[in-house]
């Protein structure tokens, strides 16, 4: 007679990865799990049409779409990457590499040419995203890191280079949660509750520093360099899944993006990280399949968290480690996924876990 075995997976963090949560008094109010992740180390990538995991976007907006004097040309060429060489002989190379947005100074048929990059996958719930983004010093362009499903559920960090001010160290980033409250109002979410502007204690065209989002059920965070800028809550944090999109675009109108700019704009990204739950039922299926117990050593691992005055934890990325992404994407050219590994990738968790007991 013939005997079926359960699977039984041999890994680290078969259960997932462990976010610490705080409230408004900084105290410890719990763990956060997220059993998904996509990792994208765009300095290490050669080429940006064979990624498995980003898709470059190409399209048309009119001015009038666009809201602006000018339209957006928003095409494939704009999304480069300039990869690290194993040993980069000057610093300067090593600051200039990882993947660029581009936007152009002269517009063609009345739109500027433009950039934008997505996520392959949609089924991003709650999570933590994390981007390490080098803004451009060029006058005239908007910076975007955000996650979206559609206009009235997204959630947004935007950089308005126009808005640097070196002068006075004024650097502000506007922090926005898309709402029905916001379309109402012409797409103008700075008239609704909806919108900090925060001000960065660093000048972000200098160097690479890490933008991050943590989207939980009813409340949003919003950091820089692990420091938090704001916290959102309230009936217009989503409550469906989306994925994330790297953008940086200018519509030439003065009350947003200006531009466009003087010279070409690039807005460099070192890396990606996102760690979230998905919204698909054969996820859930394959984290059961590995799951066999979360209160196991090493079952669940913790995500390490850049805070301010320590970068050090950008560097750590767990698929560089043996047995921590098992049934995971991997960022890389074609045939960076194993074949086994191309799942449909749906909710594996239909609800927020926590790891405190409750």
């Known amino acids: 007679m013939w005997a079926f075995l359960p699977l039984v997976v041999l890994a680290d963090c078969e259960c997932g990865y462990s976010l610490s949560l705080y409230n408004n008094s900084n105290s410890n109010d719990g763990f956060a799990l997220f059993t998904d ?3 994208s180390k765009f300095v290490r990538v050669q080429d940006i049409s064979q990624n498995t995991d980003w898709v470059r976007q190409a399209f048309n907006l009119t001015d009038d779409r666009a809201r602006g004097p000018y339209g957006e040309m928003f095409a494939v060429e ?21 993947l660029k947005l581009v936007v152009h100074s002269e517009p063609v048929e009345n739109m500027i040419p433009v950039a934008e990059i997505d996520t392959h996958r949609l089924d991003m719930f709650w999570g933590t995203f994390r981007a390490s983004m080098k803004m451009t010093e ?6 975007a890191f955000f996650w979206y499903f559609n206009d009235t559920q997204e959630i947004d960090m935007e950089f308005l280079s126009k808005d640097f001010n070196s002068s006075n160290s004024s650097y502000p980033v506007n922090l926005v949660l898309q709402s029905r409250e916001a379309v109402m109002d012409g797409f103008d979410a ?3 509750s909806n919108f900090v502007k925060a ?13 991050r989002i943590d989207y939980l059920p009813g409340r949003v965070f919003f950091y820089a360099d692990g420091a938090v800028l704001a916290e959102m809550k309230g009936s217009a944090v989503p409550s469906s899944p989306g994925h994330l999109i790297l953008q940086h675009w200018s519509n030439g109108n003065k009350l947003w993006s200006g531009g466009p ?10 890396y990606v990280k996102a760690y979230f739950n998905s919204s698909t039922i054969q996820r859930q299926k394959d984290w059961h399949g590995r799951c066999k117990d979360v209160n196991a050593a090493n079952a669940v691992c913790r995500i390490p968290d ?11 990325f767990f698929k560089d ?7 995971q994407t991997i960022s890389g050219q074609s045939g960076g996924v194993k074949p086994e590994m191309k799942l449909v990738w749906w909710l594996v968790m239909g609800a927020f876990l926590f790891l405190n007991g409750r």
């Open 37 to 39: 992740l996509i990792e």
């Open 261 to 270: 700019p003087a010279e070409d704009a690039a807005l460099t990204v070192k």
């Open 199 to 211: 001000y960065l204690p660093f000048d972000p065209t200098e160097g690479f520093h890490e933008y």
């Open 321 to 327: 480690h043996k047995n921590m992404t098992n049934n």
């Open 78 to 98: 704009n999304v480069v990457v300039s990869p690290m060489t194993a040993q980069p002989k000057e610093d300067q190379e090593a600051a200039a590499a990882g």
């Open 138 to 143: 060029q006058k005239g362009t908007c910076a």
């Open 190 to 192: 700075a008239k609704t």
């Open 306 to 316: 850049v805070t301010p005055g320590d970068y050090g934890p950008a560097e750590w």
